[in-house]
Nanobody, 115 residues
């Protein structure tokens, strides 16, 4: 079992920045993949960014050039740096970790971007 706790969400104005953190309860070095998803009210949860064990990254087209995913294995923490935020980025952001066939989720952190 792995517990994931997100933090860093909040309210920002359009054009601003936030850095989300996801702290894992154990070593994340062996993870196959880690990523961030988001879900806005009435919408399907979508992948925002992912990073593999080999540090290969993927981003949703809507956030390319604005968001950066990274991790610190020593601190068992995943990050999402979000710059040039837009109102359409408003959503609950969820941390995700995959180990073998197991899929773990955090409880989410709210990001609200005002016009």
């Amino acid at each position: 079992q792995v517990q994931l706790v997100e933090s860093g969400g909040g309210l920002v104005q359009a054009g601003g920045s936030l850095r989300l953190s996801c702290a894992a309860s154990r070593n994340i070095f062996s993870s196959v993949s880690m990523g961030w998803y988001r879900q806005a009210p009435g919408k399907q949860r979508e992948l925002v960014a992912a990073i593999t064990k080999g540090d290969n990254t993927n981003y949703a087209e809507s956030v390319k050039g604005r968001f950066t995913i990274s991790r610190d294995n020593a601190k068992n923490t995943l990050y999402l740096q979000m710059n040039s935020l837009k109102p359409e980025d408003t959503a609950v952001y969820y941390c995700n970790l995959i180990v073998n066939i197991y899929n773990y989720w955090g409880q989410g952190t709210q990001v609200t971007v005002s016009s």
